[in-house]
């Protein structure tokens, strides 16, 4: 995993810490950014933490965007624990955020890779509320490699409908998506890259 970090602003419905109609707020993206070794990697993590850490104005939350490891077992799990002292150091008002994707699920998802990407992260997939927005997270990786688990993807799609039906509804519910792959590039009609497919 690791590191480009985009800072991102979003307005909040309702409001904001001034007492104004719309508040701004911060969150912290961060892109996976493969380099020539893991103790680099480690490094770099450890790098951006202390950088979001020193921040004047703290962000609501911190998105980790897919590819946490690289590696398969039996070395998944040492690089799993790595990665987590590294953030272990991140200010605790700094809600982290992990999304799962192809190095975390595979190309190919499969059962196994889901329950062992959830055991060591969290869910795969859920929403949460900061400031009247609600942000949903989701693997996009099993819209594009679903072979090996077609089930959780229609229970992720069926669940994902019902997120966006809420919204529809104008329950004061504002989606915002993260994931590790955009649906698409340049336009949505455009053909599927290899991860993708």
């Not at 991102?8 to 001034?18: A, D």
């Not at 969150?27 to 950014?33: E, F, V």
């Amino acid at each position: 995993m690791t590191i480009t970090v985009t800072s991102v602003l979003f307005s909040t419905p309702g409001p904001g810490p001034t007492g104004r109609a719309e508040g701004m707020e911060r969150s912290i993206l961060l892109h996976p950014l493969q380099t020539s070794s893991w103790a680099e990697e480690v490094q770099l993590t450890h790098q951006a933490v202390e950088a979001v850490n020193k921040l004047c104005r703290r962000p609501k939350f911190m998105v980790l965007c897919g590819d946490m490891v690289r590696a398969r077992p039996p070395f998944r799990e040492g690089q799993e624990r790595d990665l987590k002292v590294a953030l272990r150091g991140t200010d605790p008002s700094i809600p982290l955020v992990f999304v799962s994707e192809n190095h975390d699920l595979r190309n190919t998802p499969t059962p196994e890779t889901v329950a062992q990407f959830c055991n060591a992260w969290g869910d795969d997939y859920f929403s949460f509320l900061v400031g009247g927005l609600t942000c949903t997270v989701i693997p996009t990786q099993l819209f594009f490699g679903v072979s090996a688990c077609p089930d959780r993807r229609d229970v992720q799609e069926a669940w994902l409908e019902g997120q966006l039906q809420k919204a529809s509804q104008g329950l004061g519910i504002t989606p915002k998506q993260a994931f590790h792959f955009s649906f698409c590039k340049d336009s949505s009609l455009e053909t599927r890259s290899k991860y993708r497919e």
